[in-house]
């Protein structure tokens, strides 16, 4: 088995909601075992195990782990791929998305599996889903032990988690029943979906360096800037697709006149010109005064002058 130990996703925010997560879970494991010490479900946490259609089974099931193997096991893969999805969704949101996964996990396994259940593996494997829809292309490290001795390598995203979501194929159809592998399956394509729909809704921005798994499988727009709205270059393809809108308009005389004398239209020279400190000449529309951008090209967040 192959076990992440980072990825390589800048953070756009703390993720802080993850971190309380994993503490939740933490927490609630160490009641487990204060509960009964002759098992790790007893009787007291025995209701919010998944078993049947119980409102306390289906959120409950999540924060419970049959003992600290499986607890590991998911904290790895909850930490990894978590931070990097609660950064990208923001902590707010972060929250619903990692319940509603989890009950779309657990919808899943009561449909097509007769068994009790227990984990955050559902929920988790839809956090794996989000990832690969919104970093295919980055790469995860991973380690694997070969005869006691440890092998590190990095490889992309989109490769090693399709491989690990053919191995819960496989656990699915020839696997013994102590793995809930409907439960990860249900989760993972849950997470893939919801992912796609944020990207098509656009309700998640993807930065200028990062590429989902839309954009690599959908032709994207000629000569459209895939930089966000903050970026100086975003604000200088704006301009110029005015410019060449302007300069294929024809004006008679009279009207130019008339529009001249409107007082809100603005100076076709109405830009602000500056350097950054790096060197790079930039030219931006006056309506961007005071605002904060990135320079096209060493990147650094310049202010716009006032004037």
Known sequence: MFIPYRVDVPFNHRPVMNWLIVTGVIFVFFMQLTANADSVISEKMYSFVLDGWGIKGLLGHMWLHAG??????????????????????????YLPVYVGLGLI????????????????????????????????????????????????????????????????????????????????????????????????????????????VLDLLLPKKKNVPSVSREELEFWRYELKKRDRKTAKTVISPKKQVATEREPKVQSVNGFIHFICSCGQKIQVSREYAGRTGRCPKCSKRVKIPER
């Open 105 to 212: 996990a657990a919808v899943s396994h009561l449909i097509f599996d007769s068994d009790m259940a227990v984990g955050a593996s559902g929920a988790i494997n839809g956090i794996v889903g989000m990832y690969l829809v919104f970093f295919p292309e980055n790469n995860i490290s991973c380690f694997f032990l070969l005869f006691l001795r440890p092998i590190f390598f990095c490889v992309s995203g989109f490769w090693l988690i399709l491989l690990w979501f053919a191995f819960d194929l496989f656990g699915a159809f020839y696997g013994s029943g102590d793995v809930a592998y409907v439960a990860h399956i249900g989760g993972f394509l849950g997470g893939v979906g919801l992912a796609v729909l944020m990207l098509k809704m656009k309700w998640i921005d993807m930065e200028r360096d990062e590429k989902s």
């Open 68 to 93: 600290f193997v499986h607890l590991i096991g998911n904290l790895i893969f909850l930490w990894i791929f978590g931070n990097a999805v609660c950064s990208k969704l923001g902590n707010i949101l």
